[in-house]
């Protein structure tokens, strides 16, 4: 049982079929679903046989009802707190089927804390998967913090560099001391940000060398360091694995789709997902 916590959105996903012509009409092809992170990968999981829950905070307005149907029918576990206020919006540009621009409202899922998690939402749970996402606002980085404590094992994705810019490589460093992740996945980018290069990653480690709260290097010491190279495959503690074969048609939640097949199977898993998810539009299985 996988429980991701974090994000459950109003996925838009606009894949544009010319270029784009600005106060005109341009020929697209869209898709709306649910998305976010943490429901991408619980989605993904359940896909690739395991099971999944997500725990996220939503509103009780129209899209946040479709959101839960759709995960629902996907053969997702939904938890979490039901509240007034707004469902977020992601809306992803993806250009010819290329790399994706994000347009994103949280809504009310960053307002998700610690007092609202229930002993429930994590019984059976194997992995915590927490995006970076989870872990940049109060109360939901305090939410993270305690659920990680419930779960026996943890993964991070940095997610975006925008958001490792915001708050700080010495921030998230200090984040992953405390949570102590098993797995660390990022893109080349993100990683370079957090630590200085991306073939500084390599080294493995324990799990409990990252333990110490504030420690430096605490991504360096994780017991498996990912870094996402697109098209070029994955870096695992250093060592690379091709990308399989694909003919993309949508780059959006490939990572998504990696981070939940390593996590169910191991990293031949890990890329078939990513290709069979880079080969259709958006980011669900």
């Known amino acids: 049982m996988l429980c991701s916590l974090g994000d459950v959105l ?3 996903v606009v894949a544009n079929r010319a270029e784009v012509t600005h106060g005109a009409d ?5 898709m709306v679903g649910a998305g976010g992170q943490a429901a991408n990968v619980a989605a993904w999981t359940v896909a690739l046989g395991g099971t999944a829950r997500v725990v996220a905070k939503r509103a009780r307005d129209l899209a946040g009802h479709l959101i839960a149907e759709d995960l629902r029918q996907r053969g997702v576990e939904v938890a979490g707190p039901v509240t007034d206020g707004a469902t977020g919006v992601v809306v992803s540009i993806s ?11 949280r809504g009310v899922c960053p307002l ?6 229930r002993d429930e939402w994590f019984v059976g749970c194997d992995w915590l998967h927490l995006p970076l996402y989870s872990l940049i606002d ?3 980085r305090d939410a993270a913090l305690d659920a990680a404590r419930r ?3 943890v993964s991070v994705d940095l997610s975006s560099v925008s958001v490792l ?12 001391g405390l949570l102590s992740p098993e797995v660390i996945l990022a893109n080349e980018p993100e990683s370079k940000l957090l630590i200085g290069s991306a073939g500084s990653a390599g080294s493995g480690g324990s799990a409990s060398s990252a333990g110490s709260a504030g420690s430096a290097g605490s991504a360096a010491s994780a017991a498996t360091m990912i870094v996402k190279l697109g098209p070029g495959g994955v870096r695992v503690n250093g060592r690379l694995c091709p990308a399989w074969p694909a003919r993309p048609a949508d780059s959006t939640g490939a990572g998504d789709a990696f981070a ?4 169910l199977g191991g990293v031949d898993l890990g890329l078939d997902a990513a290709a069979r998810s880079v080969s259709r539009l958006g980011a669900m299985p």
């Not at 341009?26 to 869209?30: H, K, P, Q, V, Y």
């Not at 790399?99 to 409202?105: F, S």
């Not at 939940?260 to 996590?263: I, Q, V």
């Open 165 to 176: 810019q915001e708050i700080g490589a010495a921030e998230v460093d200090r984040l992953l």
């Open 151 to 153: 779960v026996r094992r």
């Open 138 to 140: 109060a109360p939901i």
């Open 260 to 263: 939940a097949g390593f996590l």
């Open 112 to 117: 998700l804390s610690a007092a609202e998690l």
């Open 95 to 105: 250009e010819y089927g290329g790399e994706r621009t994000m347009l994103t409202d």
């Open 10 to 12: 109003l996925d838009v």
């Open 26 to 30: 341009t020929s697209a092809a869209t």
